[in-house]
């Protein structure tokens, strides 16, 4: 087995028991990037290979001196291009901001580097994250290491392709409406949403400031947890992250699952479903019934409203937040305008694709006078409802289960001029931004087609150790998912 193809628990074990160095282990995988970086087009921007092995080399003297300081030490990680690097372009995928170079990491990119992480670049992304194929990418699609004709999922695609392929064992993703936890689904590997407010957001290009959250990817269970850990906790610089401490995240419990009550909504396994994704999660709650946990139905009544008061909510938000690129302070400059109208219009007419635009004018109506309680303010009450709807539902159970997404990944070019086809390919996530809970996408298996089907786990606000203790134990009776062999 070539290293690059190692879990994170195997990197681990081999790094504490000297098998491989972290040098060793990023030349095997920044050979992994030449290979399939053609194919797969996970990264728009790769750091320099001798500074990326220096990083390596330094993490290495630090393990021999005895003072590595944790887990990630050594460990090369991506990030999404949407959060801030000091000194490496950060892009959000987007014309707006082709040529901006962060003076300063984001707090989520500090604690990594605090941490002896190796970062080896950025991933591509559905432009300033909106977007469930990647396609939206100003620099070009991100495709699916499982079938490369097929899309990767999105806002976080180039992230999780990433891992998937094998040419990077970890990467930071972002979440607004599932756009960790849908291309995990996609690409067979494992993606966290925490709570809102566990992770900080200083440092995160803003889309929909009430939904986004830096979230986690890896090959395994323990991956995804390890690499939360090292980026939670209260952050002065986020007035939003929570004070509430970070807790081990995958305590060692065991596989066992019993005393565990799950719940499986009515809701989600409706018209739409893809059979051969229902099945799949269907076996795999026979597998966690096996390990000793209580399964039931529940109800969540809302579910079916979540994606239309998604899609104003955070619209809305996205309608404020990239009003800030007006061609004067920062961001995309037109060089046709002869008046200050012309700069403003022409500017972001030339920075912005098609599908940010589309959503500036839906927020942008939504919040407009005559309309905001029709339909903004009315989304926020379905919001409610939804929180409401999960509360009741953790007074019985402990998580609640269901698909990641309705169906496995769809063709390139598929749903690109669909945006209702494209916006329901959300509908099992999106409820749980709205209600700033925490959940996970799990492999659970292939489908008839070899695509990689996603199993959702969601549970209470900060009980992330819950969540990673399911996916575990489920994770331990099937298996972790392997790189495709394909590429």
Not at 75 to 81: F, I, R, W
Not at 191 to 213: I, M
Not at 408 to 424: I, K, Q, W
Not at 442 to 470: D, N, T, W, Y
Request: aromatic fraction near 8%; charged fraction near 20%; glycine fraction near 10%.
């Amino acid at each position: 087995m070539e290293l690059y193809e190692l879990t994170f628990s195997q990197i681990r074990a081999g790094l504490l028991e000297g098998d491989f160095s972290s040098r060793e282990l990023t030349e095997s995988v920044l050979d992994r990037v030449e290979r399939v970086e053609p194919a797969v087009s996970a990264f728009v921007t790769v750091r320099e290979r001798g500074e990326i092995l220096t990083d390596a080399e330094a993490s290495d003297a630090r393990r021999a001196a005895g003072t590595c300081p944790g887990a990630l030490c050594g460990v090369p990680v991506a990030v999404k291009d949407n959060i801030s690097t000091r000194g490496l372009a950060t892009t959000c995928g987007s014309r707006m901001l082709k040529s901006y170079v962060p003076p300063y990491d984001a707090t989520a990119v500090a604690r990594l580097r605090d941490a002896g992480a190796v970062i080896v670049g950025k991933t591509n992304m559905d432009e300033f994250a909106m977007g469930s194929s990647n396609e939206n990418s100003a620099l070009g699609p991100t495709r699916n290491p499982w079938d490369v004709s097929r899309v990767p999922g999105g806002s976080s695609g180039g992230s999780a392709a990433a891992v998937a392929a094998g040419e990077v064992p970890l990467a930071l993703g972002s979440d607004t409406g599932g756009s960790v936890r849908q291309p995990a689904g996609f690409c067979g590997v494992v993606g966290v949403k925490p709570t809102y407010g566990r992770v900080s957001r200083y440092g995160l290009v803003a889309f929909a400031s009430s939904l986004d959250q830096i979230g986690t990817m890896s090959r395994d269970v323990a991956g995804a947890a390890a690499l939360l850990e090292v980026i939670a906790g209260e952050d002065p610089r986020d007035s939003t992250t929570a004070a509430e401490p970070v807790p081990r995240l995958l305590p060692d419990t065991g596989v066992d699952l019993t005393g565990v009550a799950v719940g499986v909504p009515d809701e989600y396994f409706a018209d739409g479903l893809d059979p051969f994704v229902a099945e799949k999660v269907r076996d795999a709650l026979e597998v966690i019934r096996s390990l000793g946990a209580k399964v039931r139905t529940i109800s969540i009544p809302h579910l079916g409203l979540g994606v239309a008061a998604y899609y104003l909510v955070a619209d809305a938000e996205a309608s404020a937040n990239l009003a800030r690129y007006d061609g004067v302070r920062y961001g995309h400059r037109s060089d046709h305008a002869e008046t200050l109208e012309d700069l403003y219009r022409m500017s972001r007419s030339e920075g912005f694709g098609a599908e940010v635009k589309r959503r500036i004018m839906l927020g942008t109506y939504a919040l407009s006078a005559g309309y905001y309680d029709q339909y903004y303010l009315k989304a926020q009450k379905v919001r409610t409802l939804l929180v409401r709807d999960f509360e009741r539902a953790f007074e019985s159970v402990d998580a609640v289960i269901a698909p990641t997404s309705p169906t496995t990944a769809f063709a390139l070019g598929e749903r690109v001029n669909d945006p209702v086809s494209m916006y329901l390919s959300d509908i099992y996530t999106v409820p749980v931004n709205l209600a700033g809970l925490p959940a996970l996408s799990v492999p659970c298996g292939f489908a008839a087609s070899g695509l990689p089907v996603g199993l959702q786990i969601m549970v209470e606000k900060f009980r992330e150790p819950v969540m990673f203790r399911v996916a575990r134990a489920y994770e331990h009776a099937a298996g972790a998912f392997p790189v495709p062999s394909t590429l």
